[in-house]
């Protein structure tokens, strides 16, 4: 067993080559799509000012938060005046604010970095983990919300999921939902917390978190009450519309939701929302990716308008959320800025991929297209000299470091799966070939050193194509 001391600390990892490779590739896929649809690529510092992050959150995620102490004189204080990112939302409000004047009208932008939270570690929950962020500033269209669910909606498709949902829901629906349903507003923020756990801990544990929550007990089997009839609704859509119940069974919901809170201004705006986004999403040819899912709360506490998480059949948890925080960057300049965000979870999208076998066949472990040997000392510099030629023509290549037997050289490049070797002996210099072993065939094969780029390329299209 290894020892403590060369361990990583608890909840946060190590990635060997091969983890290294897979994450680039879901990293790609998401840039690709991110940019494709207009967004910019944003950074920002991995440490912010602790009064940036606290009161951004809610009361857990405040608790989550990694804290940075006084340095110098003051570490002996205990107080803290940074704290690590816990998301890259409130970064993203702070520079806005204070970039207003250098950003375009509408602010698009995409964001790749670890973030870091003071949790408990679990399957698939770390400290320190990716996210993968688009949001649009600047728009109170709902197009916006339309528009960010398509894109992480693309991303997983090309990623090769096809059994996930865009729970979708709205704060003003459930503010009208609590509303009607009789719980007094002081009361709201600790019915959504609860509310937000129904998927995880069924009714009877909603209703347990809501007497410990001093939610009224006649207000708290309204609420379970109106979510129960839901579940009946979605049941009944499934059986009238087996191809698109999806669709159906939103639009059921819409229509028992407007029911409910038609007497509540609030509640009757968050349902016009939801529609205009669903019609959107429609034009976009995502409407049946979505489900109106009114229990959805999400834990954070800036979200004004529509909430979105990613739901995958038969696992626990989400691939990702976001949601419209149009009063969040007013926080810092002053001013209401309309916003809304998506964050994909890159290392759940992992886990699942991995258990899935979803990664494609020619995503291997090599580290290098074909591996250049070294016949003897003599013969060094045109190895070297070879090696040069291949990268210049934009392969990977791998040169055995030193003169060694062939034998050994090729069970070297074996260990790492390298598909190709290139041995350049006496012979082949002489004649001006390479002698290009196939490594999983053991086919080997002379070609003149002029045309050796173009072999190897060609060889590993086969390869790609066999796999695929």
């Not at 109106?292 to 990613?310: F, V």
């Not at 990702?320 to 759940?348: I, T, W």
């Not at 990977?396 to 003169?403: G, H, I, N, S, T």
């Not at 090729?410 to 070939?433: T, W």
Request: aromatic share 8%; hydrophobic share 40%; net charge negative.
């Amino acid at each position: 067993m290894p020892s403590a001391k060369t361990q990583p600390a608890r909840g946060m990892r190590d990635f060997l080559p091969e983890e290294v490779r897979k994450r680039d590739y879901v990293i790609g896929v998401i840039k690709d799509v991110y940019e494709r649809y207009g967004f910019e690529p944003l950074e920002t510092p991995a440490a912010e000012n602790i009064e940036t992050l606290m009161g951004k959150y809610g009361e857990e995620g405040n608790q989550l938060i990694f804290k940075i102490l006084k340095r110098g004189v003051h570490e002996g204080t205990g107080e803290a005046d940074l704290a690590l990112r816990y998301d890259l939302t409130v970064p993203l409000a702070r520079v806005v604010a204070e970039y207003r004047d250098k950003l375009p009208k509408f602010f698009k932008r995409y964001q790749i970095q670890p973030v870091w939270r003071a949790d408990r570690p679990a399957r698939g929950r770390f400290r320190e983990f990716y996210q993968c962020d688009v949001d649009v500033l600047g728009s109170y269209s709902m197009m916006v919300e339309a528009e960010i669910c398509a894109a992480a909606s693309e991303v997983l498709v090309k990623l090769g999921f096809n059994d996930f949902c865009l729970r979708l829901n709205h704060r003003k629906v459930l503010t009208g939902i609590l509303g009607i349903g009789g719980v007094s507003l002081d009361k709201h923020d600790a019915a959504l917390i609860a509310l937000d756990k129904l998927d995880k801990i069924g009714s009877d544990g909603v209703k347990k978190e809501f007497a410990a929550r001093g939610i009224d007990e006649a207000a708290g089997d309204r609420l379970l009450g109106f979510f129960s009839d839901l579940s009946a609704l979605e049941h009944a859509a499934e059986i009238a519309a087996e191809d698109n119940a999806q669709q159906a069974f939103s639009k059921a919901v819409l229509g028992r939701i407007v029911e409910f809170v038609k007497d509540n201004e609030i509640g009757a705006k968050g349902v016009d929302e939801l529609q205009s986004i669903l019609e959107f999403a429609d034009a976009m040819g995502i409407a049946q990716r979505i489900k109106i899912d009114p229990s959805l709360a999400r834990g954070l506490s800036y979200y004004t308008g529509a909430i979105m998480e990613i739901s995958v059949k038969d696992l626990a948890g989400s691939l990702g959320g976001g949601g419209r925080y149009d009063n969040l960057v007013g926080m810092f300049l002053g001013q209401e800025v309309p916003a809304c965000g998506f964050s994909l979870g890159l290392e759940r999208i992992l886990v699942v991929m991995n258990e899935r076998n979803m990664f494609p066949t020619w995503l291997d472990s090599s580290p290098a297209d074909v591996m250049v040997t070294i016949w003897n000392k003599v013969s060094v510099a045109e190895s070297i000299k070879l090696a040069q030629e291949l990268r210049a023509a934009g392969l990977r290549v791998d040169l055995y470091p030193e003169a060694d037997k062939l034998g050994k050289q090729f069970k070297y490049a074996s260990s790492l799966r390298i598909p190709l070797v290139a041995v350049l002996g006496e012979d082949e210099q002489s004649k001006g070939l390479v002698a290009l072993k196939d490594m999983q065939s053991g086919e080997q094969r002379a070609v003149t050193r002029g045309d050796v780029s173009t072999m190897i390329k060609e060889l590993l299209a086969q390869r790609r194509n066999d796999a695929t």
